[in-house]
Each structure stands twice: as structure tokens, then as C-alpha cells.
């Protein structure tokens, strides 16, 4: 069995489809998260950042934000044979999660793009981002 600790910020099970596109949208190509599947019971909801919408959401779609639809969605069925892509029948079957995303992270398969296997928590980078910074505090850790 493969694990990868960083994959556990990728695993949110209690992550609703909204959360999923606000913490994506503004990621890069391949970033993705796995949560729970609200709608399918036992399966895993897989949202990830893609570079550019399908065309059909490009030729449907009138002039405003394109964002949201750069995050895409797939549906991950789980089985005795372990676990795939729904729908995808050039997806072989893997034996957990992580060995699902490891392959995905080195070739996208079925996937509009590889995965990108995070090196932080993305929730903590978030915080980074929205926390100002004290003055005194950053000469402190300069050693001022």
C-alpha cells in the first residue's frame, strides 16, 4: 500500500462541493481535493484545478468568470477491486487512494491533466496568505 503523508491534506471528508471550488479555484493546474461523495454513498468525490474549461462549459457559457469551471469533478467508485474513476473504462483499478492519486500524479490517464501532490496543507497556506504581518514580529524572527 502506498501512502503519502501530504495526501492527507488532500483528503477532506467532510468538504462540501462549494468549499472544494473556493479552495481551488485560485490554485494551480492539478491541485485537487478528495472528499467524501454526498451524492453516491461509499464513493469519493475527486475536484480538481484544470488549466481550461471542457469546451462544451466554454461554448455554453456567456462573457463573465470562468473560474469556478476550471475546477472539474470526478467521481471515485469504490469496489472489492479496489478503487477507479466512474465512467472511465480505460481506468485500471487501484488498490487505495493514494496509489489511485500517486499514478494519476505521474500520468493523467482519463484526467484532463496530472495531479499535483501538495507539500503543505492547503488550509495553512490560506492562513499564511490572509494573516498580516506585524512589523515587530518579522524584525523578532530576523533576529533584530
Not at 469496489?79 to 489511485?100: D, I, Q, T, W
Not at 492547503?122 to 518579522?138: G, M, S
Request: charged fraction near 20%; aromatic fraction near 8%; hydrophobic fraction near 40%.
Amino acid at each position: 500500500m502506498f501512502f503519502f503523508p501530504s495526501l492527507f491534506f488532500c483528503i477532506l471528508t467532510s468538504c462540501i462541493l462549494l468549499s472544494a471550488i473556493s479552495l481551488l479555484k485560485d490554485r494551480e493546474p492539478g491541485a485537487f481535493i478528495i472528499r467524501d461523495s454526498h451524492s453516491f454513498r461509499g464513493a469519493y468525490g475527486l475536484a480538481m484545478k484544470v488549466a481550461c474549461p471542457p469546451p462544451t462549459v466554454q461554448q455554453n457559457k456567456k462573457v463573465g468568470d470562468m473560474t469556478n469551471e476550471l475546477v472539474r469533478h470526478f467521481l471515485i467508485e469504490t469496489s472489492p477491486k479496489g478503487v477507479r474513476l466512474k465512467g472511465c473504462p480505460n481506468e485500471p483499478y487501484f488498490g487505495c487512494l493514494s496509489a489511485l492519486v500517486y499514478q494519476h500524479a505521474m500520468t493523467p490517464l482519463a484526467l484532463p491533466c496530472k495531479l499535483m501532490i501538495p507539500t503543505k496543507d492547503p488550509n495553512e497556506e490560506a492562513l499564511e496568505l490572509a494573516t498580516p504581518t506585524d512589523p515587530v514580529v518579522e524584525l523578532l524572527k530576523q533576529g533584530a
